[in-house]
């Protein structure tokens, strides 16, 4: 459902802001059934995620699936963070700024600018910019994010829900969990604004509700 919203002062060209867009406006759903698909981790925050995606990246080991990642950012600020996350892991970590084929122990971040398409092909996972308005007015959109990964990888992904105002992602985490994905909301204590997180929960799309330190664990465990 199109739900009517002011339009944000600081984005008075922007008229995705006008109204709350669905990911099938840009993105059909097409879960994939298909149980024998490489693992794969998705995370998808916004405020305060700078510093919870930090406190979990310098934790991870290099022996992980591939992770993909959309915070929401400013499209100046995407490249220093990404550089940032890679400067504090084990992990290797992308700006995805071209198509690019997804390994084992990295992980990618949408740009601050477009969302992030995944496909399968080759026997791997691609990732790459993908055009097209604000999603749940945002762009990068963790909805977005969430029904790619559904879309290509199904039961054998991870999601993520980190802290962040809004519900961006509620749509396509509830995709994940009615596909048989395990699903992990960040608890209310643990975050900077419960918001998305307590909208997955709130629309029954979660499977653990965990502190960061917990999360981290569930990450490191998913191989």
């Excluded at 600020?77 to 996350?85: D, E, I, M």
């Excluded at 992602?169 to 918001?195: M, P, R």
């Excluded at 997180?197 to 653990?208: H, L, R, S």
């Amino acid at each position: 459902m199109i739900q009517h919203n002011k339009i944000h002062p600081k984005d008075p060209k922007d008229d995705n802001l006008r109204v709350k867009l669905h990911p099938d406006v840009l993105l059909p759903k097409k879960p994939c059934k298909d149980p024998l698909r490489p693992k794969l981790i998705a995370i998808g925050a916004s405020t305060g995620g700078v510093d919870a995606l930090s406190v979990i990246f310098e934790n991870l080991p290099n022996t992980l699936p591939p992770i993909v990642v959309v915070q929401h950012i400013p499209k100046l600020f995407g490249t220093s963070f990404a550089k940032r996350l890679d400067s504090l892991s084990k992990v290797k970590v992308f700006e995805v700024t071209e198509k690019m084929y997804l390994q084992n122990s990295c992980a990618y971040l949408a740009s601050g600018d477009s969302h992030i398409l995944l496909n399968y092909e080759h026997n791997a996972y691609t990732a790459q910019p993908f055009e097209g308005p604000r999603i749940s007015r945002h762009k990068p959109s963790v909805d977005i994010l969430f029904r790619s990964v559904n879309n290509v990888a199904g039961k054998s992904a991870l999601g993520i829900i980190l802290t962040g105002m809004g519900d961006d992602g509620s749509i396509g985490i509830k995709e994940l969990f009615d596909n048989g994905t395990t699903t992990i909301a960040q608890s209310e204590q643990s975050c900077v604004v419960f918001g998305m997180p307590k909208k997955a929960i709130e629309v029954g799309a979660i499977t653990y509700v965990l502190d960061l330190d917990q999360i981290i664990e569930k990450i490191i465990n998913f191989k």
